[in-house]
C-alpha cells in the first residue's frame, strides 16, 4: 500500500485551489455580498482540503456544490438572527431606512426572485456559471436528464415572468386563426 505524503497532498491541494478559486468566487458573488462571498469562499476550501481524497477528477461542479452547501448553511444562520431581530425589534423598533434602488440588472433579479428557489439556481448555474446538464447534475446532485427537463421548464418561466416586470402579460403577438 502506497504511503501518502503531506506535501503530495499539499501540491493536489494547490493545484485544485488554483483552478478553482476564481470561477467559485465569481459563482458566489453572483449569489451574496462581498464579504459572505469571501467567507465562504474560505470555508469551501476549508472542505475542499478536509475532503481532498474525495475530489473528482472534474472538481468545479463538486466544489460548485460544495460552496453551495456552505452558503446555504450562512444564509440559514443569517434566517436565524433576522427571526432573532424581529423578535428584538417588536421591543425596540430600529429607526426607518431608505431602501436602496434596484441595480441596473433589476428585471433579471426581480424575475429569479419571483421563481421558486430551485429553478432560479438551476438558471443560474447554466446561465453565469456556464454549466452544462452533466455539471449541474453534479453540482445538484440529480440525474442530467432531470436537469434537461427542469432547465427547459425554468427558461420558460423566466420568459414568463420577465414578460410580467414588463407589463406583457397579455398575448401580444399571438393570432388566431389564420392570416389573410
Not at 24 to 38: H, S, Y
Request: one cysteine or more; a negative charge; aromatic letters at 4%.
Amino acid at each position: 500500500m502506497a504511503e501518502e505524503h503531506p506535501d503530495d497532498d499539499r501540491a493536489r491541494f494547490e493545484a485544485l485551489a488554483a483552478e478553482v478559486v476564481d470561477p467559485v468566487r465569481r459563482f458566489l458573488a453572483r449569489r451574496t455580498d462581498p464579504d459572505t462571498a469571501e467567507d465562504v469562499l474560505a470555508e469551501t476550501l476549508l472542505v475542499c482540503w478536509r475532503r481532498l481524497d474525495q475530489v473528482p477528477e472534474h472538481a468545479l461542479p463538486w466544489v460548485y456544490g460544495v460552496a453551495r452547501n456552505c452558503l446555504a448553511n450562512i444564509q440559514r444562520g443569517d434566517r436565524r438572527q433576522v427571526r432573532l431581530a424581529a423578535r428584538i425589534a417588536v421591543v425596540d423598533p430600529p429607526a426607518e431606512t431608505e431602501r436602496e434602488p434596484d441595480p441596473p440588472d433589476g428585471r433579471v433579479n426581480a424575475a429569479l426572485e419571483a421563481m421558486r428557489p430551485e429553478e432560479a439556481e438551476l438558471l443560474r448555474l447554466w446561465a453565469w456559471e456556464q454549466l452544462g446538464p452533466g455539471e449541474i447534475a453534479a453540482v445538484l446532485g440529480v440525474t442530467p436528464n432531470a436537469v434537461s427537463i427542469r432547465l427547459h421548464r425554468a427558461r420558460a418561466k423566466f420568459v414568463d415572468e420577465l414578460r410580467k416586470i414588463d407589463g406583457g402579460a397579455g398575448h401580444e403577438g399571438v393570432r388566431e386563426g389564420r392570416e389573410p
